[in-house]
């Protein structure tokens, strides 16, 4: 159509390749005709690498003589990216010894009348900085207002003042965050006055963990941020944090926001390092329609490279494998885990794991998890039948795990499932068989739980003990010895809960 205007959206950019400009926050940035040529050649194949000769020919059509000019137009466009936007590259990867690719989600819009894509207010000269660089700039679009919680964390000295107001109220929330569903908190608050440590005190391998109200309320957002923390974990012995004074020493912190734009949801993820005050990640990731999985991988690559981590493509794509390969089941599957740890959710839990269970039968992560949330719930609301239903729940799901033994390499979700049904019918040598095989790096809080269970069976207590107070630390509290008092078979823990108690209670005077 004669009035059609081609438009793309990578995170907040807006690029018109017919006009030869970007725009961010209603700030317009017009660049020379070959960089647009060569930027919109890379949004027509995003994540696909290629070479010089390749872009020589495929965007100019072989008329230029020499790669020069490739090499200082993405230099050009990585300069105005990266300096106003987020990315730590620009969006545009070097491929060692391949050539270069657009690392980015991009969303295609192609428009007949009305205005360019709704964006957000445009920043002030404050949060813009002195040091931008200098580009031909226009009359901002005009467009509605617009407002995200990503405005709560621009910086501005009154506006962190409200962000710290708000990650007070944000870390209360998050207490509740791996509570079991049937009971409310009894741990006292920790101390509030806690000394602002020194620089040499901060812990490297802790992460501070803080996100919005919104976030929280969203399960689908939960549960992708659960895993991602969870796999993270399986390269570096980082110990997560969500309340309490260890929080003031994690030298790493990590936010979580949820965002709606153009009635597409989306997940923010930050990194902000307190030893060096730098942010290495600011980053939206669209979860909505079909995007979860690629969302989770590209999300899980960023963090790794954020923390400096080192990490394979392979080996990436490996732990996204354990999950289906449907994306209805993997949505359903992540949001059930979402669910699974907030007050009053366990229902919903349960039947969007049942749902991803019937779709993607064959794997071993969501047939696991569907047996190890529902055995769990079984103990966790005892009835006169209890024992048959255990029965039942195992008689159904036995075969299956055999199968999947016989024909699978295992995972550690389907070995964490094959040793509560051993505990379940009473054969503690057989669970620690089976939780043997899980590498240390994929040790969950599931696995401290049942190691501490099979203690106790076999009389160690002390060991018991030292299991449970690694579930609390995974867990990052208490509550998590409400699931491990009734599992298999009543445990005494008051001990446990008196000494954190008391600890905490000295703590705070």
């Known amino acids: 159509m004669k009035n059609q205007k081609i438009q793309f959206q990578i995170d907040d950019w807006i690029f018109i390749p017919s006009e030869d400009k970007f725009i961010l926050h209603n700030e317009e940035f017009i660049i020379d005709h070959r960089l647009s040529r060569l930027f919109h050649f890379f949004c027509d194949n995003p994540h696909t690498v290629f070479s010089r000769d390749e872009l020589i020919n495929e965007v100019w059509n072989g008329s230029i003589l020499t790669d020069q000019v490739i090499t200082q137009a993405i ?5 105005i990216l990266k300096q106003h936007g987020s990315h730590p590259f620009g969006y545009i990867v070097t491929v060692p010894k391949r050539g270069y690719k657009l690392d980015a989600m991009v969303q295609k819009v192609i428009e007949t009348t009305g205005p360019i894509i709704a964006k957000e207010p445009a920043k002030t000269n404050e949060e813009q900085g002195a040091n931008q660089p200098q580009h031909r700039k226009h009359d901002k679009v005009s467009t509605p207002d617009q407002k995200s919680e990503h405005t709560t964390v621009k910086n501005t000295p009154f506006k962190w003042w409200l962000l710290g107001f708000a990650l007070v109220a944000t870390l209360l929330i998050w207490h509740r965050y791996f509570q079991p569903s049937q009971q409310p908190a009894t741990l006292p608050k920790a101390a509030q006055t806690i000394i602002t440590p020194s620089y040499l005190s901060y812990e490297p391998r802790y992460i501070h963990v803080v996100s919005t109200e919104s976030f929280l309320n969203d399960h689908l957002k939960v549960g992708i941020a659960r895993k991602l923390l969870d796999y993270l974990k399986t390269y570096r012995d980082y110990r997560i944090i ?13 936010r979580f926001m949820s965002i ?15 030893v060096s005050g730098d942010k290495h990640l600011d980053r939206r990731y669209r979860i909505s329609e079909g995007y979860v999985r690629q969302a989770l991988e590209k999300s899980l690559e960023d963090l790794l490279d954020s923390f400096n981590i080192g990490a394979g493509k392979s080996q990436v794509e490996r ?16 949001e059930s885990l979402g669910a699974a740890f907030q ?14 269970s019937k779709i993607a039968p064959e794997n071993q992560y969501v047939i696991s998890t569907a047996y190890m949330f529902k055995l769990s719930e079984i103990y966790l609301r005892p009835a006169e039948d209890t024992s048959e239903q255990v029965a039942v729940l195992n008689a159904n799901n036995g075969p299956i795990f055999e199968r999947f033994e016989q024909t699978q390499p295992l995972t550690p979700r389907l070995l964490e499932a094959m040793s509560m049904m051993a505990m379940s019918k009473d054969n503690p040598l057989e669970a620690k068989r089976h939780l043997v095989n899980i590498a240390h790096d994929r040790r969950s809080i599931m696995f401290y739980i049942l190691s501490a269970k099979i203690a106790e069976s076999t009389g160690n207590r002390s060991a018991a003990e030292e299991f449970y107070y690694h579930a609390i630390l995974e867990a990052s509290t208490v509550q998590v010895l409400s699931l491990s008092e009734v599992l298999f078979f009543n445990s005494d823990l008051s001990d446990i809960r008196n000494k954190i108690t008391s600890n905490m209670t000295n703590g705070s005077q």
């Open 343 to 356: 007050a009053h959710y366990d229902e919903k839990a349960l039947n969007l794991i049942a749902h991803a």
């Open 242 to 254: 969500y309340d309490g004074p260890a929080a003031k020493v994690a030298a790493n912190e990590l």
């Open 260 to 274: 709606e734009r153009n009635g597409h949801q989306y997940l923010e993820i930050e990194y902000l390092n307190r």
């Open 75 to 79: 230099f050009e466009l990585r300069k």
């Open 319 to 334: 732990l996204i494998n354990e999950l289906p390969r449907s994306e209805e089941a993997t949505s359903a599957a992540l």
